[in-house]
């Protein structure tokens, strides 16, 4: 009789044990599940008119703060040392935009210029830096700015250019563009709500296109402006053969004189997948 008290005391005490795990285990998957759908929801709290900036319209009220002599050492546009009359860009974000209401760690600044690239970097990242919008090139006689050869384009960074003191050139995480006249704050996973695949063999591609294509290109209206939009109306898989897509966006300047879009420093199976990823997306259109 007590053998048979035991054996059910044990068996009892196993079934509150497997109980337990299973539901420990659903509350790890369901904490999981709970985390990724986040990932993709838009923050309705950012307001659009709150958290843009216009620096053309606060230079003709002069509101971009007081100004200051800044050097960049190996400046990754000039490739050398630098000195531009700048302001605190930090000053300037705060005082136009109410930093209290955003959460930093899930918000993203990008930047809008004139030929419509659009790079985009973490907001708590520029706020843990020390940069500066500089309008005036100190290193030059009788001019603004000192010319940008580009692919055999030549250019300058007026009316803004971004720079930091404290940021590595080589870091892609920190973006130096010029031409720069906009400024806006956005949830920093907005685009994945209309751009993540749903098959996950396109997500290698989505997260090329994200790192290397968005600044400049559009898909369905979201992303850069620099290039064309590649998705909406007819997508560029659909007029492009897709072996010299492949090979043109490894190496745009083999097919273009004079091409705007850089060398991207990919490899051809890197190239594929953003082309299997656009062939996706070339299903999945629509106007944003």
């Known amino acids: 009789m007590k053998s048979t008290t035991n054996n059910l005391f044990i068996s009892f005490l196993v079934i509150c044990i497997f109980i337990s795990c299973n539901k420990k285990k659903q509350q790890e998957i369901d904490k999981s599940n709970t985390n990724q759908t986040s990932t993709y929801t838009i923050d309705k709290t950012l307001k659009e008119s709150e958290y843009h900036i216009d620096l053309l319209n606060l230079k003709t009220k002069n509101k971009l703060g007081s100004d200051t002599l800044v050097t960049v050492t190996n400046d990754p546009v000039y490739h050398k040392t630098k000195r531009y009359q700048a302001v605190n860009a930090l000053t300037l974000i705060t005082s136009e935009i109410d930093l209290s209401k955003v959460d930093t760690k899930d918000t993203k600044i990008v930047f809008e210029c004139i030929d419509g690239y659009k790079p985009e970097m973490p907001l708590a990242l520029f706020l843990a830096s020390k940069p500066y919008l500089a309008y005036k090139d100190l290193d ?45 704050l956005e949830p920093i996973d907005k685009s994945k709500a209309d751009l993540y695949p749903k098959e996950i063999s ?11 294509c968005i600044t400049c290109h559009a898909i369905n209206g979201i992303g850069g402006e620099m290039g064309p939009e590649l998705n909406y109306p007819k997508s560029v898989t659909e007029y492009w053969i897709e072996n010299e897509l492949v090979d043109y966006i490894v190496n745009p300047a083999s097919f273009r004189n004079k091409v705007k879009m850089p060398t991207l ?13 656009l062939k996706y997306m070339a299903k999945n259109k629509k106007q944003n």
């Open 140 to 184: 030059t006689k009788g001019t603004d700015w000192e010319p940008i050869s580009k692919n055999g384009n030549k250019m300058d960074a007026a009316p803004f250019y971004l720079v930091y003191t404290d940021a590595p050139a080589d870091d892609d995480h920190y973006k130096w563009p010029y031409n720069l006249i906009k400024i806006h």
């Open 202 to 212: 396109k997500v290698t591609g989505y997260n090329l296109f994200q790192n290397q």
């Open 265 to 277: 420093g990919i490899t051809k199976q890197q190239s594929q997948e953003i082309v299997e990823y």
